[in-house]
């Protein structure tokens, strides 16, 4: 069964304080693995696909990596907007399938 | 350009009654997805289009539960008989394509069965 792990559960982190969040998988047929950002009351928001192991993305702060079974999402002297939950998603046969997310609290 | 828009925001109704939920994807985007969130969960899949036709209806929990897109546009997510259990924020998602396309969400709606 096409399953997704995230860990931690909830981070705190202070201001400029550098981080990763995990994600593990076990996917049949891997169609990309996306990171996605989602702020309270408000849809899922994309940043990153990653199609296959050892590719890597970046986007101001924050950087995307894969392998066979892992993903990080590396965070890089966080402000406090970075505040969010990080949901990481696996591309299944025409759905995704969403981790419970990493709720990240970045306080100044 | 206009992102996906779902309507209501929120919907309060009462155990046993009907309730519709609206959709209109970003214009252009020919997959439109239904997904279903609860408290501190990740989304869950519901149903899939492609065009005007459900492709993949595998995540509708029950019978109750029924979706359509008439013109290949807007969506439209039918829930009969609300019970408590169907709480939860409902999120409509969609893509250029198929397969491995990028899903862009809209804001979702909280559905509230009293």
């Known amino acids: 069964e096409d399953q997704v792990t995230q860990s931690p559960e909830a981070l705190r982190l202070q201001e400029g304080e550098s981080s990763s969040l995990n994600c593990s998988y076990t996917v049949s047929g891997l169609r990309g693995l996306f990171w996605y950002r989602q702020d309270p009351g408000k849809g899922p928001e994309f940043l990153f696909t990653?199609?296959?192991a050892g590719e890597e993305k970046e986007k101001e702060r924050l950087k995307a990596t894969l392998t066979k079974k892992e993903s990080f999402l590396h965070i890089t002297a966080p402000k406090p907007e970075d505040s969010a939950t990080y949901l990481c998603?696996?591309?299944?046969?025409?759905?995704?399938?969403f981790g419970a997310g990493t709720r990240l609290a970045v306080h100044p | 350009g206009a992102g996906v828009s779902q309507t209501p925001s929120n919907k309060v109704t009462e155990k046993g009654k009907y309730v519709e939920l609206r959709c209109d994807p970003i214009?252009?985007?020919?997959?439109l997805y239904w997904y279903r969130q609860s408290l501190g969960q990740g989304p869950e899949f519901l149903i899939y289009f492609q065009g005007t036709g459900a492709a993949d209806d595998s995540g509708l929990p029950n019978d109750r539960f029924f979706a359509v897109r008439p013109e290949g546009s807007v969506s439209t997510l039918k829930i009969q008989r609300t019970e408590r259990g169907d709480s939860a924020v409902y999120l409509c998602?969609?893509?250029?394509?198929?397969?491995?396309?990028?899903?862009?969400f809209g804001p979702g709606t909280r559905l509230t069965v009293l």
């Open positions: 214009s252009g985007h020919t997959a």
């Open positions: 998602a969609s893509s250029l394509g198929q397969g491995t396309d990028t899903q862009y």
């Open positions: 990653l199609y296959s």
């Open positions: 998603v696996i591309g299944g046969y025409n759905k995704l399938i």
